[in-house]
Structure formats: C-alpha cells, structure tokens
Nanobody, 114 residues
Framework: QVQLVESGGGLVQAGESLRLSCVASGIKFRFYDLGWFRQAPGKQRELVAYIYLSHRTQYSDSVKGRFTISRDNTNNTVYLQMNNLKAEDTAVYYC????????WGQGTQVTVSS
C-alpha cells in the first residue's frame, strides 16, 4: 500500500521559516519524480516545487529564491524548506509522487500571519 505522509506544517509569522517533510512507503522511491503542491481556500491546487529522479528542480515563480526542494532517497523522504514566508503562502501543502502511477499525501496546513 502506497502512503505519502507529510509533516512540518504550522502557524508562523511572516518572514519566518518552516521545513516540510514527506515520507513515502510502498513505492520504489528513487525512481519517482516528486513534488509539492498547495491549495489555498477558494483557489485551485498549484505546483510549488518539483524534483525529478535526476535531482533537477523547478519552482513556481512565486516561491523561487525562497523555497528549496530536496530528496533523500535513502530515507524515502522529500523536503520543502520554506524561508521568508509570506501571508500569501498560507495553504494546505500536498506531497506528490509520479512514476508509473501518481500518489498524493493527505496534506499539511501552513498558516502565515502578517
């Protein structure tokens, strides 16, 4: 059974940092492309950051220079380091994986107060 479990969300003030983690089980992790998406109230889910099995990364323009995605294939974990958080970063953040199938985590809430 495939599981993606996120952690690390919370309530912070603008300018502070958070680190999200997503631990995967039931998949051959090292073969998967991985991503972080977010969904704010009343908005569509959007891509935040993506890391390919080659470790190449891509970011949305809104987080470029502030967020960093990384992966640890030994521990089946993908991270999202979020610095200089802004109120508009407030959303539920979802972990995503894709290879021969797609999987989503249950989400973790990030709230940034201004």
């Amino acid at each position: 059974q495939v599981q993606l479990v996120e952690s690390g969300g919370g309530l912070v003030q603008a300018g502070e940092s958070l680190r999200l983690s997503c631990v995967a089980s039931g998949i051959k992790f090292r073969f998967y492309d991985l991503g972080w998406f977010r969904q704010a109230p009343g908005k569509q889910r959007e891509l935040v950051a993506y890391i390919y099995l080659s470790h190449r990364t891509q970011y949305s323009d809104s987080v470029k220079g502030r967020f960093t995605i990384s992966r640890d294939n030994t521990n089946n974990t993908v991270y999202l380091q979020m610095n200089n958080l802004k109120a508009e970063d407030t959303a539920v953040y979802y972990c995503y994986s894709r290879y021969d199938s797609e999987h989503w985590g249950q989400g973790t809430q990030v709230t940034v107060s201004s």
